[in-house]
């Protein structure tokens, strides 16, 4: 069954079809959770949250925004609410590779393991060290791979908003990477 298909009979109760449209997204889902958490344990508590507000929500779900895009809105809010419910922000750990790869859509990844661990580490870091807001814009453009109008779609933000926050983001967390942290008073959220 196409996508399409697969909402229209798990709106109508289908069970098999609402777990096959679950399972088409969840490792999508998991991936921007595991980079918004920062660390695994947070991040499978905010999927299954993810996906308890997904099959809440699928009846109010209008179709007017392509499915994967509202299911990142979810997932995005549902993990910046367990995050401030439990009063963390991201914490890296040692990397889970059983989990989201380290690799941005489209990107290409270290050959050596150990490049591979170092790079995720540094990178979960600097993710860690972001506002949310950039956060969120870094993670959903190059983890999910989603475009400019859809990252405004899902954090309800105009256009020209998230650019802002991505080239913010990512100039952060290059610098974070690299060691070159900014003072207090140069960190300016829009």
């Known amino acids: 069954m196409d996508e399409t298909t697969?909402?229209?009979?798990?709106?109508?109760g289908d069970q098999k079809a609402l777990d096959q449209l679950l399972r088409l997204h969840q490792d999508r889902i998991h991936?921007?959770?595991?980079r918004l958490a920062g660390n695994d344990a947070d991040a499978l508590d905010?999927?299954?949250e993810a996906l308890i507000a997904i099959v809440k929500g699928l009846p109010r779900f209008d179709g007017r925004a392509k499915f994967s895009t509202w299911a990142y809105r979810v997932a995005t809010n549902a993990c910046l609410d367990e995050l401030r419910r439990r009063g963390r922000r991201p914490?890296?750990?040692?990397?889970?590779?059983?989990?989201?790869?380290?690799?941005?859509?489209?990107?290409?990844?270290?050959?050596?393991p150990a490049e591979t661990?170092?790079?995720?580490?540094?990178?979960?870091?600097?993710?860690?060290e972001l506002p949310d807001e950039f956060r969120?814009?870094?993670?959903?453009?190059?983890?999910?791979g989603l475009d400019y109008a859809e990252i405004a779609e899902v954090l309800d933000i105009a256009p020209g908003t998230v650019r802002s926050r991505i080239a913010r983001g990512r100039s952060r967390l290059a610098d974070a990477i690299s060691g070159n942290q900014t003072t207090p008073d140069e960190r300016q959220t829009p």
């Open 6 to 12: 697969l909402i229209s009979a798990a709106r109508r």
């Open 31 to 34: 991936a921007v959770c595991r």
């Open 46 to 48: 905010a999927t299954q």
């Open 91 to 112: 914490d890296p750990g040692l990397p889970e590779f059983e989990t989201a790869s380290l690799t941005p859509v489209g990107g290409s990844s270290p050959r050596d």
């Open 117 to 128: 661990v170092s790079a995720r580490i540094d990178v979960d870091r600097g993710l860690a």
């Open 136 to 144: 969120s814009a870094v993670v959903l453009r190059d983890v999910a």
